[in-house]
Nanobody, 118 residues
Framework: VQLQASGGGLVQAGGSLRLSCAVTTISTINWRATMDLGWYRRSPGKQRELVATISSGENENYADSVKGRFTISRDNAKDTVYLQMNSLKPEDTAVYYC?????????WGQGTLVTVSS
């Protein structure tokens, strides 16, 4: 399983960005029905933290700091999970990572940098 994140960049405070994470696998098993997906971030000088997750059943979970501003979604037809980020704040500046979890195994994508200027 491989995950490829994209969509980061520089944005002014109050702006929006949409991150994408494409999932590829050579398995013949329908990963869409068994893999939970999520976004995490690591800010300078801080540990990596959960941003949002979406289960295979499309149940969503958000960190308190992003509730009401960020929306996670998955498009199984496109094998992609998204993170729509609105009303961005300078404290949202971080490297964002996508993660897939299937049967207890974790698969991480490379990070994509989001920089929010004040």
């Amino acid at each position: 399983v491989q995950l490829q994140a994209s969509g980061g960049g520089l944005v002014q405070a109050g702006g929006s960005l949409r991150l994408s994470c494409a999932v590829t696998t050579i398995s013949t098993i329908n990963w869409r029905a068994t893999m939970d997906l999520g976004w995490y971030r690591r800010s300078p000088g801080k540990q990596r933290e959960l941003v949002a997750t979406i289960s295979s059943g499309e149940n969503e979970n958000y960190a308190d700091s992003v509730k009401g501003r960020f929306t996670i979604s998955r498009d199984n037809a496109k094998d992609t999970v998204y993170l729509q980020m609105n009303s961005l704040k300078p404290e949202d500046t971080a490297v964002y990572y996508c993660k897939g979890t299937q049967w207890g195994r974790e698969y991480w994508g490379q990070g994509t940098l989001v920089t929010v200027s004040s």
